[in-house]
């Protein structure tokens, strides 16, 4: 691979009049120069095309247009199959890079050519605020994409080679979770990673997704968690692995039978890396304890009739730290 390799910018855009101008000056402002831009317009009927043309006169920069609106996730396959870098970047029109983020993340692949994608924290503005720092290497990744999504879709560089060969695509039929079925899908087969540090300002607003279809978005991730337990060897109904990817949405009803499914897994798993095993085993426990926690003394019974008390006195202080949580959730309760 060249010293300084080609990294192509993937950016659907539709409707994105209000917030495309400061995404594309983020681009601009990246101290890594080697780059080029491939815009795809899905049909905009908003002035979101006009604002874009002043910077076709970087030849970085290429518009392609959709004959036809096709959405979010064709757009994305679309710019897949005409990308031809090195590294393809993805961006969203309504986020911004940080100077420096084209730069950590090529050189960060250069001294780590055993990853095959890169991602990174990343701040939140707009909606909602916030710091987000997913997991960074690559074992707790793997681990972590078993309940949830820890791959920001627009804060990621992606080694091409490793799309034509596999031959991996967002999923349509996974619309609302096609980002977590695609890093899903990958992480079986390649290393993925996150920069600990904040290289994105991932905007929130009304008009996302997350927004305007959240019953969608809810049950396709279902279906990516489904599927990836019954890969452990565990058949299982989402309905029981909700506490434990959204804790605080579950009531205590929920707590024997989401200890059951852990223990079931615990005792019965198809996983044969024993590392990647014990990364697994660790990440669900944690959320199960979570879980436990929000209801005190019910939560501390419940983990213990679930996984007992051998399992208890293996956690941090021989399990004091989770067993005086729970009593004092209890009390202050």
Not at 183 to 210: C, G, V, W
Not at 239 to 260: E, I, N
Not at 283 to 297: A, D, T, Y
Request: hydrophobic share 45%.
């Amino acid at each position: 691979m060249n010293e300084s390799p080609l990294v192509q910018v993937l950016l659907p855009v539709f409707n994105s009049e209000d917030y495309i101008e400061a995404c594309l000056d983020s681009l601009l402002k990246q101290t890594y120069v080697k780059f080029s831009v491939l815009i795809l317009d899905d049909c905009s009927t908003d002035s979101t095309v006009k604002k874009i043309l002043p910077y076709l006169n970087d030849g970085r920069f290429r518009l392609l247009r959709n004959e036809r609106n096709i959405g979010i996730i064709p757009s994305r396959n679309v710019l897949l199959k005409e990308a031809t870098a090195d590294f393809v970047a993805f961006m969203d029109a309504d986020d911004i890079c940080m100077p420096d983020r084209f730069a950590e993340q090529v050189n960060y692949m250069l001294r780590h050519p055993h990853i095959s994608v890169v991602g990174c924290w990343y701040k939140r503005f707009g909606a909602v605020d916030g710091e987000v720092r997913p997991p960074v290497e690559p074992l707790k990744i793997k681990a972590a994409l078993r309940l949830d999504n820890v791959i920001c879709n627009p804060s990621v560089l992606i080694r091409r080679e490793i799309i034509v060969e596999g031959g991996f695509f967002f999923d349509i039929a996974y619309q609302g979770a096609a980002d977590y079925k695609f890093f899903y899908d990958i992480a079986q087969h390649h290393m993925i990673a996150n920069i600990p540090k904040f290289l994105l300002a991932y905007r929130t607003h009304a008009q996302q997704e997350s927004s305007l279809n959240n019953d969608r978005q809810k049950k396709a991730h279902a279906r990516v968690v489904e599927n990836a337990w019954a890969d452990m060897g565990v058949e299982v109904k989402f309905s029981v692995l909700q506490p434990l990817v959204w804790p605080h949405q579950a009531s205590s009803a929920s707590l024997l039978s989401a200890g059951r499914c852990v223990a079931n897994l615990f005792k019965k798993t198809l996983i044969t890396d024993r590392a990647l095993e014990g990364e697994i085993k660790a990440f669900i426990e944690l959320r199960l304890k979570s879980f436990c926690r929000q209801h005190g003394i019910k939560g501390l019974i419940a983990y213990l009739r679930t996984l007992g008390f051998r399992q208890l006195v293996k956690g941090r202080n021989i399990g004091l730290s989770f067993t005086c949580d729970c009593i004092k959730k209890q009390f202050l309760h």
